[in-house]
């Protein structure tokens, strides 16, 4: 069953299960979205930045934003063996900034604290979703020249509240 969630930023916007027919939109979109950083980091090749997303796309993992009918981006998150990964999340660059993703990374995050997991994931390296990740409760747990590995223990973002 699809999750419908509302928020002040980003009305009416819900996840869908991906299906094998979304691999190529979310392909490009994954090269647009990132291709700004890729470059700016000397790694943007314009094969390999679509065939990465086409080698490790999963529908049974992947959840598609839907906002007003149309595709507004996807999210993945994948099992391992102590934590779920965040991967894959890319919004469409005009619902960029306006809520939406901290909507989306909410309802997520909700999800994997309920099973009380940790939540890992890469950013590359000066990467403006990095500020996004930390005002959800993702902490540095290591990095290298290109990428920030981040993580979240379970109900980070409410860690201290009474």
């Known amino acids: 069953m699809p999750a419908r969630t509302t928020s ?11 299906t094998a027919a979304d691999i190529e939109t979310i392909a490009e979109l994954r090269a647009t979205v990132m291709r700004a950083d890729l470059e700016r980091l000397g790694r943007y090749d ?9 080698d490790s796309f999963s529908t049974e993992h992947t959840s598609i934003i839907m906002l007003d009918r149309d595709l507004a981006g996807c999210v993945t998150i994948r099992p391992a063996e102590e934590r779920r990964w965040l991967e894959h999340f890319y919004l469409v660059t005009h619902h960029q900034g306006r809520g939406l993703g901290s909507a989306v990374l909410r309802t997520v995050l ?36 290109i990428d920030v590995f981040m993580v979240r223990p379970p109900e980070a973002s409410t860690a201290g509240r009474a």
Do not use: I
Not at 8 to 18: K, N, S
Not at 46 to 54: A, G, S, T, Y
Not at 117 to 136: D, F, M, W
């Open 46 to 54: 314009e094969h390999r930045v679509r065939q990465r997303l086409r």
């Open 110 to 145: 909700e999800r994997t604290d309920a099973l009380g997991v940790t939540v890992g994931l890469n950013v590359l390296q000066g990467s403006a979703a990095r500020r996004l990740y930390e005002r959800h409760g993702f902490r540095v747990e290591a990095e290298d020249p």
């Open 8 to 18: 002040l930023h980003a009305a009416g916007w819900m996840l869908r299960a991906a």
